[in-house]
């Protein structure tokens, strides 16, 4: 029976049938970090339980430490120490690898795992942080969890896993130039809900993903869990397979040939059933912003606020008035009028190094407006080394930009940072919610380009005005 | 309030409504109320934005529901769709459970959330918009009395006015619950299947373990 990648990817690891719905799901890898990772190791030490497979369990800082040039332990947050320093003991008792501060591999935990070879395609991998979706766009079955799952996987290697519905998003033709994987994904999320993946696992197909490059697709498949999916993945292909091989992790020799023939195996088969599928054309994308308080409230950047006396369910009417009274906005506004008081370029969508190549090589040889306060954070130590070796941090700072050491930084607030009581920041990361940076902060979502164009000008731009 | 996984069989309590659509873990928990690597202390900063005047302060905002005389003592939480969307912090349930909320009423949760709730003896109660809606209605004159009655064993919500509303619920979320257990525990009650499929797996799928 023709079997989609989803079947594949639960068949190879299925340890066991429960019921007909629940499946014991093995657990190929496993990354902490310092938030919660350090309370699930400190309670199954207090359970006395066992990390059963330390060597195939990671540890990063990122979600706390601090990003300033020279950071200690200290962070922004008073006590934010604890978690580091619980962390190190807690690791090192469990025999984990972990990429501690000052380590030249440290970094954002979806960005480190794919650059270290340690998320593979064709893997299942957990995270105790809702992005872990992000290593689908490596072909792998990435998914997030909370603490107590956490700390099943690591005394049991595995899960008990509900079985998703599958679903297909095809992406046919090809992006416009400006557009990016960022842009698709909040425009599959503005048009079909932010629960519009609720129940499902979503493979990214067609020709738009084909031609993405991995950093990208990572992008891409970053955001499903703000489409309410359990996950979303990209099958792996030539660009994958060249992607990870000579990664620190990923294998070698005879095991290297053993695993490209089976990451050749894993797409879904012709005439493969899907539960839901949903088609978009890719020529049809604009540049996308967010203009409320949930990733569903986003749109092209040319076009006005959304009025929500036009829609016609009471609750997403208030919904709606709602998040434009946090966000300070009316309806019929352009979005491309609203002046910004900052910008952030890093987060695990968005802070790869061909996301610094990308916005670098539009704020070159520029200076942002005045009063713009901008700070790039590289999603780990080594993009930032990558990005200094090439000049590009030259090119932030000169442009205006702070340049930082890694970490999740003001994706969230993280180590107590945020640019300011109710300023209004367009931001490469995820997640637009009240409060997400930092007290009755305004955030704009968007891609790195957007970014980019909007600390130029002072207000919400559109990168094609650059291109 | 115990933050463990605490039975839960039947419950009746002051249902308080909270019916936007999206309240995700953030507004559950602000990143800045964790503030220790514990799993307690955290009912203090339970919805910390909207509870409190001012950022980090403690100071009641009497204009937040729970603040209010009428909702003290809540422990049923009616919602929206999609709640506890967004991150995957824990702290979130741990929070509701400190604050005392044993039931939450919504038409769809978060997923990473919704399994973090079984784990922790907080029951997530699926019913459609409308039901909760007749339901916060119901409760709206006096909620210190007007309390809802839910059953888990017969899946059923309760109402003083007669009105019964049945959920459904997985067998083996419901079992956990009602049962208080711990599924680490139950999972490695099949220690010996992973072994076996771990043997097979790596003549199969070498390549995909380390340090050996």
């Known amino acids: ?467 | 309030m115990s933050t463990s996984n605490a039975p839960i069989v039947r419950h009746s309590g002051v249902a308080a409504p909270l019916l936007q659509a999206n309240i995700d873990t953030d507004v559950i928990i602000p990143s800045r109320e964790m503030k220790i690597v514990s799993k307690e202390g955290l009912g203090e900063g339970l919805f910390a934005n909207w509870r409190y005047t001012l950022p980090g302060g403690r100071e009641a905002n009497p204009d937040f529901i729970l603040n209010q005389t009428a909702y003290r003592n809540t422990s049923i939480l009616l919602c929206g769709n999609n709640f506890g969307c967004g991150s995957s912090r824990e702290h979130a349930v741990w929070a509701l459970r400190e604050y005392g909320i044993r039931v939450l009423i919504a038409p769809s949760f978060g997923a990473i959330f919704y399994n973090n709730c079984i784990n922790n003896g907080l029951l997530p109660v699926v019913l459609d918009e409308d039901a909760i809606r007749e339901i916060a209605a119901a409760c709206t004159d006096n909620p210190q009395t007007q309390q809802p009655l839910i059953n888990l064993e017969e899946q059923s919500v309760t109402l003083l006015n007669g009105s019964q509303y049945e959920f459904s619920i997985e067998a083996a979320a419901k079992h956990m619950l009602i049962n208080g257990l711990d599924q680490i525990g139950l999972s490695l009650q099949h220690a010996a299947d992973i072994e076996a499929f771990e043997a097979g797996d790596r003549d199969q799928r070498g390549w995909a373990y380390l340090g050996v």
Request: glycine content about 10%; overall charge neutral; aromatic content about 6%.
């Open chain 1, 1 to 467: 029976m023709a079997k989609n990648l989803l079947d594949k990817l639960l068949d190879s690891h299925t340890v066991k049938t429960l019921d007909a719905d629940h499946r014991m799901i093995y657990i190929d890898r496993i990354f902490l970090h310092e938030r919660t990772g350090s309370i699930a190791l400190k309670s199954l030490a207090a359970s006395n339980r066992t990390v059963q497979r330390p060597e195939q369990v990671f540890c990063t800082m990122d979600h706390i430490v601090d990003t300033h040039p020279g950071r200690g332990d200290k962070t922004q947050m008073p006590s934010g120490h604890l978690f580091i320093e619980a962390t190190r003991h807690s690791t090192a008792q469990a025999g984990i690898r972990l990429f501690d501060i000052g380590d030249a591999n440290q970094g954002i935990a979806h960005v480190v795992s794919a650059e270290q070879g340690i998320a593979l395609p064709g893997c299942t991998m957990v995270c105790p942080d809702s992005h872990t979706c992000t290593l689908g766009g490596l072909g792998a079955l990435a998914w997030g969890i909370g603490s107590t799952e956490a700390e099943h996987a690591l005394a049991t290697k595995t899960l008990v896993l509900k079985k998703a519905q599958a679903m297909r998003v095809t992406f046919n033709g090809k992006l416009s130039a400006g557009v990016t994987a960022k842009d698709m994904i909040l425009h599959l999320i503005a048009a079909h809900g932010a629960n519009g993946g609720a129940g499902f696992a979503v493979e990214f197909c067609g020709e738009a993903v084909r031609e993405l490059s991995i950093e990208a697709r990572m992008t891409l498949c970053n955001m499903a869990v703000e489409f309410s999916a359990v996950t979303g993945f990209v099958a792996p292909d030539e660009k994958t397979i060249a992607y990870v091989k000579g990664r620190p992790y990923a294998p070698t020799g005879e095991r290297w040939d053993q695993a490209v023939a089976h990451w050749r195996t894993l797409q879904s088969d012709p005439g493969a059933r899907f539960d839901h599928e949903i088609v978009i054309d890719a020529g049809s994308i604009e540049p996308s912003v967010s203009w409320g308080t949930n990733p569903q409230h986003s749109m092209g950047v040319s076009h006005p606020v959304p009025s929500p006396s036009e829609n016609p369910e009471a609750e997403v009417r208030s919904a709606m008035e709602k998040a434009q009274r946090y966000m300070q906005l009316e309806p019929g506004q352009k979005l491309n009028s609203i002046a910004i008081d900052a910008a952030f370029i890093g987060s695990c969508t968005n802070s790869r190094i061909s996301d610094l190549r990308a916005a670098a090589a539009m704020l070159k040889g520029k200076r942002i407006a005045p009063g713009v306060a901008a700070v790039c954070v590289p999603g780990s130590s080594q993009v930032k080394q990558m990005a200094e070796a090439e000049g590009l941090h030259q090119v932030f700072i000169d442009a205006g930009f702070e340049w930082r050491e890694s970490g999740c930084s003001m994706c969230f607030y993280a180590g107590g940072e945020t640019f300011g009581e109710g300023k209004r920041v367009i931001s490469s990361t995820n997640r637009n919610f009240e409060g997400r940076q930092g007290p009755k902060v305004k955030t704009h979502i968007a891609s790195p380009l957007t970014v980019a164009a909007s600390a130029l000008t002072g207000r919400i731009t559109d990168p094609r005005d650059f291109l």
